[in-house]
């Protein structure tokens, strides 16, 4: 059972940095691709940066590229986003999530576990 646990979130101004983190409590994501999406207030969710399994493969959408970095260490059963040089319009509750499609998918509906997200505020 794949049980995803993000953290990293907070407070920062524009122009920071902020490292989210997920890990899987179940131990059993190492096989699986994943994801970060976010959501904001009264918006749907969005795609932000996914990975396939063995880490070799990756994509980040168009408005973070540049800026955010999606990784992970499976020997540690992490998944990172290094996020840098954050816009007051990146704010927003990011989701980690785990998909079976390979090497990864773009699509929310294309994965079937969820973290219960972490909150990312960015002031101008």
């Known amino acids: 059972q794949v049980q995803l646990v993000e953290s990293g979130g907070g407070l920062v101004q524009a122009g920071g940095s902020l490292r989210l983190s997920c890990t899987d409590s179940g131990r059993t994501f190492t096989s699986y691709g994943m994801g970060w999406f976010r959501q904001a207030p009264g918006k749907e969710r969005e795609f932000v940066a996914a990975v396939s399994w063995r880490g070799s493969n990756t994509a980040h959408a168009d408005s973070v590229k540049g800026r955010f970095t999606i990784s992970r260490e499976n020997a540690k059963n992490m998944v990172y986003l290094q996020m840098n040089s954050l816009k007051p319009e990146d704010t927003a509750v990011y989701y980690c999530?785990?998909?079976?499609?390979?090497?990864?998918?773009?699509?929310?509906?294309?994965?079937?576990?969820w973290g219960q997200g972490t909150q990312v505020t960015v002031s101008s």
């Open positions: 999530a785990a998909t079976t499609s390979d090497p990864y998918d773009t699509r929310p509906y294309a994965y079937a576990y």
